[in-house]
């Protein structure tokens, strides 16, 4: 049974079948769909598999499809990077009468694939295509997650929009960058300009996950390669201190599937780095390097005197020390 992406999108719970497909050429759609789809289910087991673990391991996938909890409790099961190689597997479960809610996420398919004739074909079975954005879409989107914030103009939204492009992953996080810079919910369209610009968001990018990875001698060549710009400061700390919080809610569980489980989720570009800094920062490490920001964000605002360049720099060298602490 085929649904239009807009007829699921904000009605997660229609997805009554046991077995659905989501595909499509969309990616930030597709990852929109299963992160919707993990909110909607936050009172079940959440179970995730790639297609290589149930290839390497198919009694293990079968066990966990067809067993139901001594408990009572309630799972559902996500399979990422969906291929016809799993073509067979998923023939074998649509056989049987299964309680086990199992969704499907894959790129593109063609017209001609198995997959998606097989899911197309049956009623007790739901497939999404996810097609691309179009300007419309966007700009929607757009307004929907900003809605709440002032100086929301045409302008700022085609600014943003024409950043992003027609691509949602992209867009999401610009978006998220934008709630984590203006905190007081005012967007102000000159700030809004550097904000957007990449290459300065990738520099700084490099150099924070440089500091936060206990890299020495490439922190120390990034803070030498004048990419920090004054102005920026207060962002420049919040991403810093964003990260570091969003490390402390992994609560020492550095394997994949607890990042999966972060809400909001992470950026899919970050994930390995993400994981690469997991496990490196305990729990003391990251309350000592969050009370650091804080004392150096209240010295920045209190005196507008200090120089914020040098005080800012000795902070991510700090970092990075402690870092590669015990």
Known sequence: MIYKSYQIENKIENLKQNLTLIYGENIGLVNDFRFK??????????????QDEILKNENLFYNEVYNTSLFG??????ILE???????????????????KVFFFARELEKKSKLRYLFEKDKDKIIIPCYKDN???????????????????????????ENSGNDRNKLNNEILKIKTFFTDRQIKLNQLQKLLNLKEEEDFNLLRDASLSGENLKTNELLNSDILEKERMPFYIAS??????RLKELDDKNYPDAIDNLKPPIFW???????????????KKLNLAIA??????IKIKSNSNLKNETIFKKLLIDICNLANAA
């Open 292 to 297: 650091k920001i804080y004392d150096v964000e």
């Open 82 to 100: 969906t291929s016809e190689k799993i073509f067979k597997f998923i023939e074998n479960i649509s056989i049987k009468k299964i309680s086990t």
């Open 240 to 245: 810093i201190n964003q990260r570091l919080s």
């Open 73 to 78: 409790e309630k799972k559902i099961i996500l």
């Open 37 to 50: 789809i993990r909110e909607h289910h936050k009172d079940c087991t959440i179970l995730n598999f790639t």
């Open 269 to 283: 570009k970050d994930k390995p780095i993400f994981l690469q800094q997991s496990k490196i920062w305990n729990k």
């Open 135 to 161: 300007d419309l879409t966007i700009k929607n989107i757009i307004t929907k997650s900003l809605r709440e914030y002032s100086g929301l103009t045409t302008q700022v939204i085609n600014m943003i929009h």
